[in-house]
């Protein structure tokens, strides 16, 4: 199996090249608006029934070459399958690209984009790390993303064989949290806290802008929101990059709660509460545990994560009152004493282990 990596990379286009590029995402956009219009008249998402009935009206109005405005009809019907999206209009942000229509010249360091009015060489301003990912690459497919700050940049997706994972008998179990961004089953917490600062501090900043109501405050919100978002994103990179090097020094396997509906089923009291429970980002971090593990040939199990914060991790009894606060967990049968996503992570552990080594169950990471 093939590991796939984004690598992100600026482009440095001319102005002439910026107009084009411009044109073009404008009408990517209208033609994947076309494309979703006539995908829900003729009540179907499927490809190649959409394809047919507007692939030539969509060349023909929005003058797309031909591989882009199959890549516009296929990113519509993706996003008309799915109900929360079904009526969503596009805005002239990003354009997808295949193989037929985006190479990489690594030798001149520039991509090759079909645009409206044909191939263009565009040059970039690649890092240490882009150039690392890239070298001696082939990558067939892209995004064009245009960030609200003008900004130009290429998402290349490269695939690289991942290794094989390994055989383990053991687990490094994982808790995600809010009040503890993640904590394993070694004893390892990695905080919050940094996160929930930098939240607190841009809500009052948003708080004050958006009272304030002027063009300036409303460009200034989009710059706050997006570097939260920076943040938070770093801070994910770091901890899942930690934890997959744990794994990997051991040679455990990686053990996650299953998480999936749970943002639907939580409930939080007060304003506070909800935006911490809201800005709390465990499908990304997720995701990156997932690629970087599959990177490294580490296995990556998921566990129920029922009771996992009530059950003791030494003798097994569960009970709520097994959970006195946040942070302090007291087994009320054994007297175990532990911090509560400590003891929370060794149980995530033992679930994984009992699957591949029964034997393993029943003691302490």
């Not at 794994?247 to 007060?270: C, H, N, P, V, Y």
Request: proline residues 4%; aromatic residues 6%; positive net charge.
């Amino acid at each position: 199996m093939d590991a796939v990596r984004t690598i992100c990379c600026k482009l440095d286009p001319t102005p002439d090249q910026l107009r084009e590029i411009g044109a073009t995402l404008d009408a990517f956009a209208a033609a994947c608006n076309r494309a979703a219009d006539v995908a829900r008249a003729i009540d179907s998402a499927n490809r190649f029934d959409v394809q047919r009935a507007c692939y030539r009206d969509i060349r023909q109005e929005f003058g797309l070459p031909a591989n882009l405005a199959v890549r516009a009809i296929a990113r519509a019907c993706v996003a008309v399958k799915v109900p929360e999206k079904a009526d969503s209009t596009f805005l002239p942000t990003s354009i997808d690209f295949d193989a037929r229509t985006f190479r990489f010249h690594e030798a001149e360091r520039a991509f090759g984009l079909t645009l409206l009015a044909g191939r263009r060489g565009i040059t970039t301003d690649l890092g240490a790390f882009q150039v690392e990912g890239l070298a001696g690459r082939d990558p067939t497919s892209a995004t064009l993303v245009r960030r609200p700050d003008g900004g130009l940049y290429l998402h290349v997706r490269v695939k690289a064989p991942a290794p094989e994972p390994v055989t383990v008998n053991d687990f490094l179990g994982v808790d995600l949290g809010i009040a503890n961004i993640a904590t394993d089953s070694d004893g390892t917490v990695h905080s919050g806290k940094p996160v929930d600062d930098v939240r607190r501090k841009h809500n009052l900043q948003r708080k004050r802008l958006q009272r304030k109501g002027t063009k300036g405050a409303r460009k200034k919100l989009r710059r706050v929101k997006r570097k939260e978002s920076r943040f938070r994103r770093h801070v994910n990179h770091a901890i899942s990059k930690e934890i997959v090097g744990a794994a990997q020094r051991t040679g455990r396997g990686i053990a996650l709660e299953d998480l999936k509906g749970f943002r639907e089923r939580a409930s939080a009291r007060g304003a506070d509460a909800r935006n911490r429970l809201s800005g709390w980002s465990f499908g990304q971090l997720r995701s990156f545990l997932q690629y970087k593990a599959r990177a490294a040939g580490v296995p990556l199990v998921d566990v129920d994560p029922r009771y996992t914060s009530r059950d003791c991790s030494s003798c097994g009894h569960r009970s709520r009152s097994n959970r006195k606060s946040q942070a302090e967990f007291q087994c009320q049968a054994c007297g175990h004493e532990s911090h509560a996503d400590v003891n929370a992570a060794r149980n995530i552990r033992a679930r994984a282990a009992s699957k591949s080594a029964p034997g393993l169950a029943g003691g302490n990471a």
